[in-house]
């Protein structure tokens, strides 16, 4: 109970034309939208952000959105390349020179020690073993000095020949771990020698040997950048897959989520800021584009709401659409979205120019949403102009099945239309195939739901709807079964208004649908009171004769007060109710006025005692009932009712009701008017067309019989 009053509450705060019309409201609407756009958007816009660690598994499947270098890799291959390089080496003379020296130097201290006799074997052999190079042994010595000075001359030699061809090549660090084992093959192959000579010369040619190869860093260091330079990048390109879903976070996926921009804590405030710019422009140029529009297609504050609420829906939809293709790792969910729906909306709820506006916004957020693909921008653009016009008049709930249909085949020829564009052709058939699937289940999906939506639409705002209009001219609906059982003769004329306010709506551009219902309903509320109302009353008798005129005034104009609340009370849109409310205006009960004017003997009587209450009309189909309500009972009191009686009758009624006013808010021009009459007449002439008069039947059969 209590959620129903502020149901009502709410209705009537949104049908008070306070509300409609106020200029700081309607501001705060654009705002708002901009704000709920933007934040539903904004992270769909903003590239993903993922904050892993190694070992981590990963929730989602990741795909790469730009072509980037894939900097591990990259590096990895240089430094493959430059570990190819050799290191670069340079011969060295001076080492070679520096062993034969150290050898000639040992071997002659050796002789002059030799042929001193004089000198102790200890001096001798200390001597000796102070000019001996690092590494010669002990045993070396002593056996030295037990030879001859010729022998030792020999020796000496002997040794330096060995160093000299071995430190005459290339000699690395590395043949180190091999000098006794190449002096050991010299000796064996090049010279004969005996177990004591051969053990002395080995001794001191490897105690002299050393790397004659020097190593030159910056030249090693030269070739392996050379090396590395030559080595292409190793490319991410967009669309490569960087982790599927409950893959493992490696250090080198976590560097190619580096490279691609996806790996951060923070998000991209630069894109947030361009986004927020773009949105303000787009809100900005939609409130342009409404703003200007001719006052008789003006949107007021609720159907500003309602168009801001199908924006928020299709962005909702896009978000969503954008959490799947991340889910599944591919964008062909996308061709499924029902990307039309908005524009079906807002065609049927408004009307289809402003549905082709609005396409342009929902392709490119689409587009936007989807790493700015313009595929997705044709395609989106392609299925909403379609659905716009598509449904541009409904005469049924099979309207949109049949415009489903027709935004299926559009969708599968735009598809087809971008494989044909693209130069490589690397799309399998596999997606393609998918692709045509999802295109055509796309208008299925959009007129289903467009039919589910808009009910929800029409309730919570009262909206009217050319299906909810069908639905109210359905003879079954409560109201009218009352009408025709209560009081048949307001039906008929019920019936009649509405044919002529359809015909006359058609012609000056206002909605014949609405019209018409409108027409149905327009006087439910003589069911209160039906024999008080002459096109009800089955006999001559009229209880107006026996009560005051300002009585019968009373009675008559209740009519619209009552109907009003039995419309309210079965939930009628506004739009039905103003009709009810203004289809007399403030006209005047004139067969009362001069009723009670000639029984007034003290001239008190004023003729806006007579006036009906009101409202005057504000809309054009408001003014089209009230005349043809008018018209309507003036021609059916008509005796004789002539083509150029009826033209009169009407002429007149338009007439009275501009110089009264009853016009004055409406946006009907006196063309308009004009052109009416027209239509007037050839209905008109279809209802109360002349007869032949048929002859007395018993009379006949009378003479007959004689």
């Not at 933007?38 to 959105?65: D, K, N």
């Not at 009264?660 to 007037?680: H, K, R, W, Y």
Request: aromatic share 8%; hydrophobic share 45%.
């Amino acid at each position: 109970m209590v959620f129903s009053r502020w149901g009502q509450t709410i209705r009537e705060y949104l049908d008070d034309a306070r509300f409609r019309e106020n200029n700081r409201i309607r501001l705060i609407i654009y705002l708002a939208l901009g704000v709920v756009m933007f934040a539903i958007l904004v992270g769909s816009i903003l590239p993903p952000r993922y904050h892993f660690t190694i070992g981590q598994t990963s929730p989602v499947t990741i795909l790469s959105p730009i072509t980037t270098v894939d900097t591990a890799a990259t590096q990895a291959a240089k430094q493959a390349a430059e570990q190819k390089v050799p290191k670069q080496y340079e011969q060295s003379t001076q080492v070679e020179t520096d062993a034969v020296n150290q050898v000639d130097t040992f071997f002659a201290t050796a002789a002059q020690v030799v042929s001193n006799k004089s000198m102790p074997s200890s001096q001798k052999l200390d001597t000796l073993s102070s000019a001996a190079p690092k590494g010669v042994s002990q045993p070396t010595l002593q056996a030295l000095l037990t030879e001859s000075p010729a022998q030792i001359s020999a020796l000496q030699k002997d040794a330096d020949r060995i160093v000299n061809d071995l430190l005459g090549a290339p000699f690395y660090q590395e043949s180190m771990q091999q000098a006794g084992l190449l002096v050991d093959r010299q000796l064996l192959n090049n010279f004969d020698l005996d177990q004591a000579s051969r053990l002395i010369v080995q001794n001191v040619v490897v105690s002299v040997l050393k790397p004659n190869m020097v190593y030159q860093a910056d030249a090693t260091e030269r070739a392996r950048q050379q090396a590395a330079a030559t080595v292409p990048d190793v490319m991410i390109h967009q669309g490569d897959l960087i982790v599927s879903k409950y893959g493992i976070i490696t250090a080198s996926v976590l560097s190619r989520l580096q490279d691609v921009g996806v790996y951060a804590q923070h998000p991209n405030y630069g894109v947030a800021v361009g986004f927020a710019a773009f949105i303000a422009l787009s809100i900005g140029l939609l409130a342009a584009y409404v703003e200007r529009r001719s006052p008789r297609r003006r949107l007021d504050n609720l159907m500003l709401i309602i168009l801001g609420l199908v924006f928020v829906l299709m962005s909702i939809l896009i978000v969503l659409t954008k959490w799947v293709a991340n889910t599944a790792g591919t964008t062909s969910v996308a061709y499924v979205l029902p990307i039309s729906l908005g524009a079906m909306l807002i065609t049927v709820m408004m009307d289809s120019s402003l549905a082709v506006v609005a396409s342009f916004y929902f392709s490119f957020l689409l587009g936007a949403s989807l790493s700015f693909n313009y595929d997705f921008v044709f395609y989106g653009f392609v299925a909403s102009l379609v659905g716009a016009y598509s449904v541009a008049k409904v005469t049924s709930r099979g309207t949109f099945m049949r415009a489903g249909f027709f935004v299926s085949l559009m969708n599968v020829g735009a598809v087809i239309t971008l494989h044909l564009l693209q130069t490589n052709h690397n799309e399998d058939f596999h997606s393609f195939s998918l692709h045509i699937g999802l295109a055509a289940l796309n208008g299925i999906i959009a007129a289903i739901l467009a039919m589910g939506v808009l009910p929800f639409f029409e309730t919570a705002f009262g909206l009217l709807t050319p299906i909810r209009l069908l639905e109210l001219s359905n003879p079954n609906n409560p109201l009218l079964r009352q009408v025709l059982m209560e009081a048949p003769g307001t039906y008929h004329h019920s019936l009649i208004v509405g044919n002529l306010a359809e015909a006359a709506a058609e012609i000056v551009g206002a909605d014949p649908l609405l019209c018409r219902v409108g027409a149905y309903y327009h006087d439910v509320g003589k069911t209160k009171r039906p024999a008080f109302f002459v096109e009800n009353q089955m006999t001559k008798e009229n209880p107006h004769d026996k009560i005051a005129p300002s009585l019968s005034h009373l009675i008559i104009t209740s009519h619209v007060s009552d109907g009003l609340e039995m419309q309210k009370k079965a939930g009628l849109p506004k739009p039905i109710q103003d009709i009810c409310a203004t289809h007399h205006g403030t006209t005047i009960l004139w067969y009362f006025f001069n009723k009670a004017k000639e029984l007034d003997k003290n001239g008190t009587v004023k003729v806006d005692d007579f006036r009906y209450p009101g409202p005057k009309p504000k809309t054009r189909e408001c003014a089209i009932l009230m005349i043809c309500d008018a018209v309507e009972a003036a021609v059916r009191s008509m005796a004789r009712p002539t083509p150029n009686r009826v033209e009169g009758v009407i002429r007149k009624i338009i007439r009275d009701r501009l110089q009264d006013g009853q016009l004055d808010e409406c946006d009907l021009t006196l063309q308009d008017l004009d052109v009416m009459i027209a239509a007037f007449m050839k209905t008109l002439k279809g209802v109360y067309h002349s007869r032949i008069e048929y002859p007395d039947i018993d009379k006949l059969r009378k003479e007959v019989a004689k």
